[in-house]
């Protein structure tokens, strides 16, 4: 079982910038695919970022180039830095991690608690 704990939330002014952080209960390096999603009330949860069983990354289309998603193996975090934030970017912003099966991210993995990003 994974234990994952989002941080780094809060308000911030259109055109700043927060980093999110996600501290996982294991190593998920080599072991599982690591992503950020959000969703605001009665929306579906998107995807923001990811880092897939191959070590790379994918954005969804909104936010590349504005936010990077890297991992800090020796404190076993996912990080998220939004830079030049929107007001659609406005949601609970929440980490994942996919146990890689045969090379490929499982469909089902473990969820954080989440953590809120406004910005106006």
């Known amino acids: 079982h994974v234990q994952l704990v989002e941080s780094g939330g809060g308000s911030v002014q259109v055109g700043g910038s927060l980093r999110l952080s996600c501290v996982s209960s294991?190593?998920?390096?080599?072991?599982?695919?690591m992503g950020w999603f959000r969703q605001i009330p009665d929306k579906e949860r998107e995807g923001v970022a990811g880092?897939?069983?191959?070590?790379?990354?994918s954005y969804a289309d909104s936010v590349k180039g504005r936010f990077t998603i890297s991992q800090d193996n020796a404190k076993n975090t996912l990080y998220l830095q939004m830079n030049s934030l929107k007001p659609e970017d406005t949601a609970m912003y929440y980490c994942?991690?996919?146990?890689?099966?045969?090379?490929?991210?499982?469909?089902?993995?473990?969820w954080g608690q989440g953590t809120q990003v406004t910005v106006s």
């Open positions: 994942a991690a996919y146990p890689i099966d045969g090379g490929r991210c499982a469909d089902f993995g473990y």
């Open positions: 880092i897939e069983s191959d070590g790379s990354t």
């Open positions: 294991v190593d998920t390096i080599g072991r599982y695919c």
